[in-house]
Nanobody
Framework: QVQLGESGGGLVQAGGSLRLSCTAS????????MAWFRQAPGKEREFVAG????????SYADAVKGRFTIFRDNAKNTVYLQMTSLKPEDTAIYYC???????????????????WGQGTQVTVSS
């Protein structure tokens, strides 16, 4: 089982950038599709970006396409979310997630992810 821990959140002005990191324990990380989700106050947790276990395919929510980039370094057991041109509506707790079973393809569905980090707060001021 993969255990996850996020870092890199903080307070940034609109138009700024942040890089989130998610470090995983467990040998299965390099074979597991990963994703970032976020949850704003009073809203459902939503898909932000996903990446296959090879890193060869990525997917993004329309709201972040062109501004956020997900990538991974399997040698470091880490997946990243580079966020640029941040907007106040990006304010949320950001969660890293791992698919329940290794070797599966990526997914945008929250229910397909069985391992979650504790979350990191991102606040974008206007």
């Amino acid at each position: 089982q993969v255990q996850l821990g996020e870092s890199g959140g903080g307070l940034v002005q609109a138009g700024g950038s942040l890089r989130l990191s998610c470090t995983a324990s467990g040998r299965a990380f390099s074979l597991t599709a990963m994703a970032w989700f976020r949850q704003a106050p009073g809203k459902e947790r939503e898909f932000v970006a996903g990446i296959t276990w090879t890193g060869g395919t990525t997917s993004y929510a329309d709201a972040v396409k062109g501004r956020f980039t997900i990538f991974r370094d399997n040698a470091k057991n880490t997946v990243y979310l580079q966020m640029t041109s941040l907007k106040p509506e990006d304010t949320a707790i950001y969660y890293c997630a791992a698919r329940r079973v290794p070797l599966l393809s990526g997914s945008t569905s929250r229910g397909d992810y069985g391992n979650w980090g504790q979350g990191t707060q991102v606040t974008v001021s206007s």
